[in-house]
């Protein structure tokens, strides 16, 4: 059974970094899947926010491209995810999940909320 | 830079209903790229149908997802009380839609 599950801080303060990581269980991170971070601000709709797939080639949603990074830790089975430059517009809940030929999620982790705020 | 609309914003019906929601991209896609999600208040969405008419690993048969080019559907054949949340639609790992929610009459 695959599980993912998000962990890093909840609150991270402007203009600073925002570190997320996922570790998967039941399944391991060298395989033929992608790996990826999507986000829903507060009250609001889905974003996608990056995918990385393996040799890691990632691919940043439509959103915030030029501001992040994604990394693999194949020992943990463990992939994350790094933010620069933080906003108030970055709060959101993130979640990770397991992206099927870099097109769909199917598989995804309970989410955690990441508060931007000094 | 594809952008999804999806229509209604919100649909009211009853239990026992046919639930027909409609994605529209701002341009032709491949199939392959078009996906469906469930989510219901307070968790994660969930996977209902990928390539835009397949469905994901234990998705009940009352969900079908159908269209090409441009214009994609996904109807629920028959509301059951677990049913009412937020679809989206979603294209290449990359775009949502803002979502319909489909709610109680």
């Known amino acids: 059974q695959v599980q993912l599950q998000e962990s890093g801080p909840r609150v991270v303060k402007p203009s600073e970094t925002l570190s997320l990581s996922c570790t998967v269980s039941?399944?391991?991170?060298?395989?033929?899947?992608?790996w990826g971070w999507i986000r829903q601000p507060p009250g609001k709709g889905l974003e996608w926010v990056a995918t990385?797939?393996?040799?890691?080639?990632?691919f940043g949603g439509p959103i915030i491209q030029s501001r992040l990074t994604m990394s693999m830790d194949t020992s943990k089975n463990q992939f994350s995810l790094f933010l620069t430059s933080v906003t108030a517009a970055d709060t959101a809940i993130y979640y990770c999940a397991r992206v099927v030929a870099a097109t769909s999620a199917d598989h995804w982790g309970q989410g955690t909320l990441v508060t931007v705020s000094s | 830079e594809i952008v999804l609309t999806q229509s209604p914003g919100t649909l009211s019906l009853s239990p026992g209903e046919r639930a027909t929601l409609s994605c529209r991209a701002s341009?032709?896609?491949?199939?392959?790229?078009l996906a469906w999600y469930q989510q219901r208040p307070g968790q994660a969405p969930r996977l209902l149908i990928y390539g835009a008419s397949s469905r994901a690993t234990g998705i009940s048969d009352r969900f079908s997802g159908s269209g090409s080019g441009t214009d994609f559907t996904l109807t629920i054949s028959s509301l059951e009380p677990e049913d009412f949340a937020v679809y989206y639609c979603?294209?290449?790992?990359?775009?949502f839609g803002p979502g319909t929610t489909v709610e109680v009459k």
């Open positions: 039941g399944f391991s991170i060298v395989s033929d899947y992608c």
């Open positions: 341009q032709s896609i491949s199939s392959r790229y």
């Open positions: 979603q294209e290449y790992g990359s775009t």
């Open positions: 990385i797939c393996q040799g890691g080639r990632t």
